[in-house]
């Protein structure tokens, strides 16, 4: 069985359910396989990005390109 083909079956079944502790469990799991997904999308930056970031960093600092966190909190309350 495919994975369409099971993710259809799943629903079905999903549908039928009466438990509303049963669906919360699912909801759980669900919203937790989320967030693991999400953190796995993260990719990874060679040495040469991460210094090439490091440096564009350092060069905006200098040219006083940024904000200091008093100006980002006040943005957000």
């Known amino acids: 069985m495919n994975i369409e083909a099971r993710k259809i079956e799943f629903v079905q079944e999903f549908l039928k359910l009466e438990s509303e502790d049963a669906i919360s469990k699912l909801e759980k799991i669900l919203r937790?396989?989320?967030?693991?997904?999400?953190?796995?999308?993260?990719?990874?930056?060679?040495?040469?990005?991460?210094?090439n970031r490091i440096?564009?960093?350092?060069?905006?600092?200098?040219?006083?390109?940024?904000?200091?966190s008093t100006e980002l909190l006040a943005k957000y309350e």
């Open 32 to 51: 937790n396989e989320k967030n693991n997904s999400d953190e796995r999308i993260v990719e990874t930056m060679t040495k040469e990005e991460l210094n």
């Open 55 to 68: 440096d564009q960093s350092e060069s905006d600092f200098q040219n006083n390109r940024y904000k200091s």
